[in-house]
């Protein structure tokens, strides 16, 4: 039994007083001390604040913040899994209790789930896409699974769920981080899509399509997409279609600053930090179409990407609201809206039979979105780390 006591608990749902009481990883009671029994241990709140822990809907497990991302495809399995358990350990040390990784190669983010789980490594609960489906040469294509036409989709598809994914990705356009991939237009055609959203809900799998451009966000809105990532030319068709359509943005400030504010004399390569300036240039304008549209949003940071760290991921809910998010729609975001978005239903808030994934704080979440960024303690799925 674990008991977290002397703080108030915070979640949507309001601010109780506690303790919170977890037995076997589940939370068990709050606002009522335990009936029997001495807890096994003991922490102290010291007047903070009890929060869900942090889920993050974006990350790539294995990929590091290096300025050139590239570099990684020359590193082999093992390293990468050396690196993806570093990685997950300095995410779950700060506060992040779930991430979704949306592409790593082979089957590095499903067995990074399952070492986890396993207790062979320390982190959050993973929730795998295993690779990216994306058109032959196109974005990100050294770690994904190629794929052309409707069928050869169908098939890319069901090789990921067999493989143990939760979530299908795929590349609706080029991206920043791939050279000579084009950020505009589009990559998977509308027809390849709807056979990608076929395929993943004939299994009941969600899905997410990485988009920049206004016609790729469409396309992906259009085929049924769960979330859209990055949306960065979003505008206010694409987000009034967004809305209608119940679909998640994901929109991973944190990758596009990661880039734009170190540059090239950071050694991120020049044609990744042109491309990132022409989407900062347009990001803007997508926050307040998504705003104005109330579009639902999930916290996500594209963790991974140059200067971009796991360890890091709280920085997003102060970008979010420096772009005009409430520090209470950011809580939101990271975590009931993430915890539905990843199909979660049993974490992202502090009540009975919900998981105990939970952070003390200094302060409330919902009056200060930087609240996260040095979290006192952090329990993952009922275990002090």
């Known amino acids: 039994m674990l008991v977290i006591e002397n703080a108030t608990v915070v979640d949507v749902d309001g601010a109780r007083e506690g303790p919170v009481v977890v037995e076997n990883g589940e939370i068990t009671a709050v606002g009522e001390s335990p009936s029997a029994n001495d807890p096994d241990v003991v922490v102290d709140g010291d007047g903070g604040v009890v929060a869900p822990g942090l889920i993050d809907s974006h990350v790539h497990v294995s990929m590091d913040g ?109 991206g920043v981080l791939t050279e000579g991939a084009e950020i505009g237009g589009y990559e998977m055609s509308p027809e ?116 971009n760290y796991h360890r890091d991921a709280a920085h997003e809910l102060e970008l979010m609201h420096d772009y005009g998010l409430s520090a209470e729609r950011a809580f939101e975001a990271a975590t009931v809206n993430a915890a539905d978005l990843l199909d979660l239903d049993d974490v992202g808030r502090v009540t009975e039979g919900y998981r105990a994934d939970l952070v003390v704080l200094d302060s409330d979440p919902r009056e200060d979105a930087s609240a996260y960024t040095s979290p006192r303690a952090v329990v993952a799925d009922g275990t002090v780390v």
């Not at 358990?85 to 979704?100: I, S």
């Not at 395929?199 to 085929?223: D, E, F, L, M, Y």
């Not at 044609?271 to 989407?279: G, T």
């Open 66 to 174: 290096r300025p050139n991302t590239e570099e990684i495809r020359r590193e082999s399995a093992s390293k990468l899994a050396y690196r993806a358990a570093k990685n997950m350990q300095e995410a779950v040390r700060a506060g992040v209790t779930t991430v979704r990784d949306l592409g790593s190669a082979g089957t590095l983010g499903p067995d990074t789930r399952d070492a986890i789980d396993e207790g062979l490594v320390e982190g959050p609960r993973v929730v795998p896409c295993g690779s990216a489906v994306i058109v032959t040469g196109g974005h990100g294509h050294w770690a994904g699974r190629e794929a052309d036409g409707p069928a050869e989709v169908k098939k890319a598809v069901r090789e990921q769920l067999k493989k143990g994914a939760e979530v299908v990705k795929t590349m609706a356009t080029g």
């Open 192 to 307: 390849e899509l709807d056979a990608l959203v076929d395929a993943a809900s004939a299994k009941g799998r969600p899905t997410a399509a990485h988009c920049h451009s206004v016609t790729g966000i469409k396309n992906a809105t259009r085929a049924g997409i769960t979330s859209v990532e990055h949306g960065t030319f979003m505008d206010a068709e694409a987000a009034a279609l967004m809305a209608d359509e119940d679909t998640y943005w994901v929109p991973t400030a944190s990758a596009i600053h990661g880039i734009v504010e170190n540059g090239t004399e950071a050694g991120i390569p020049d044609w990744a930090v042109a491309k990132a300036e022409d989407a900062a240039d347009a990001f803007e304008d997508a926050w307040s179409h998504a705003l104005d549209h109330d579009v639902p949003i999930a916290m996500g940071t594209d963790a991974g990407t140059p200067f």
